[in-house]
């Protein structure tokens, strides 16, 4: 069966530190990959997708970068968070028409 | 561009009563999908419930269903015999098919009163 996964589950980082979010899913291949982010009191927000290895599209200006080094490996980067940066960081693949969703991780930038 | 819209924060119900979280969307496509989600306060994001834009039934799932109008782009999730284990963030979303992107709404806060 196919799982995903990521981590770590929980970071408090200072502000201008370097982040890097990893998502790895097992049990597929080729996968399309998201990254959704989730600001307090607020919906998901996509942020990157990639249909494969070394192909991101980014939906929003941000401090972000993303990376797909490998086929079911997907990274969340950035050289320097902002305090706007903190939030609910989920990692999604997809099943026929559907999403799955990794089990997220909390950034909060001090 | 695709847009979903939950205009409720928050609901709240009592316990096996029935309540129904209310989404509209805005698309130009004709084929795609629309989705309740559950986010519980573990974060995790679960499916509740999937309808495809071409099936004119709606979807069930146990005590979910789901009152699609495609006329009026309308995608509302009932609830039924509400049960304190159904209190979350329920989130609606829309998907094409083109690259699987999924839209959300801002989610709606439900709680269950026992």
């Known amino acids: 069966s196919q799982t995903i996964h990521q981590w770590p589950a929980t970071l408090v980082q200072p502000v201008g530190s370097p982040l890097s979010l990893e998502c790895t899913v097992e049990g597929t291949s080729n996968p399309n990959l998201y990254w959704y982010r989730q600001a307090a009191g607020r919906g998901l927000q996509l942020l990157f997708y990639?249909?494969?290895?070394?192909?991101i599209s980014s939906e929003v200006p941000q401090n972000l970068s993303a990376s797909r080094p490998q086929d079911r490996q997907f990274i969340l980067s950035s050289k320097k968070l902002l305090l706007s940066d903190s939030g609910f960081y989920l990692c999604?693949?997809?099943?026929?028409?559907?999403?799955?969703f990794g089990e997220g991780s909390r950034l909060t930038v001090l | 561009a695709q847009t979903v819209t939950q205009s409720q924060p928050e609901m709240s119900v009592q316990e096996a009563e029935t309540v129904t979280l209310s989404c509209t969307y805005d698309?130009?496509?004709?084929?795609?999908?629309l989705f309740w989600y559950k986010q519980p306060p573990s974060r995790q994001m679960i499916l509740v419930i999937r309808?495809?834009?071409?099936?004119?039934q709606n979807a069930t799932e146990n005590r979910f269903s789901v009152n699609f109008q495609k006329a009026a782009k309308s995608f509302s999730l009932k609830i039924s015999d509400s049960q304190l284990g159904d209190t979350a963030m329920y989130f609606c979303?829309?998907?094409?098919?083109?690259?699987?992107?999924?839209?959300f709404g801002k989610g709606i806060t439900l709680s269950v009163r026992p």
């Open positions: 979303a829309f998907m094409t098919g083109a690259n699987s992107k999924l839209t």
């Open positions: 990639s249909v494969g290895i070394g192909q």
């Open positions: 309808q495809e834009a071409y099936k004119q």
């Open positions: 698309t130009s496509e004709n084929n795609y999908y």
């Open positions: 999604a693949w997809n099943g026929v028409g559907e999403l799955f």
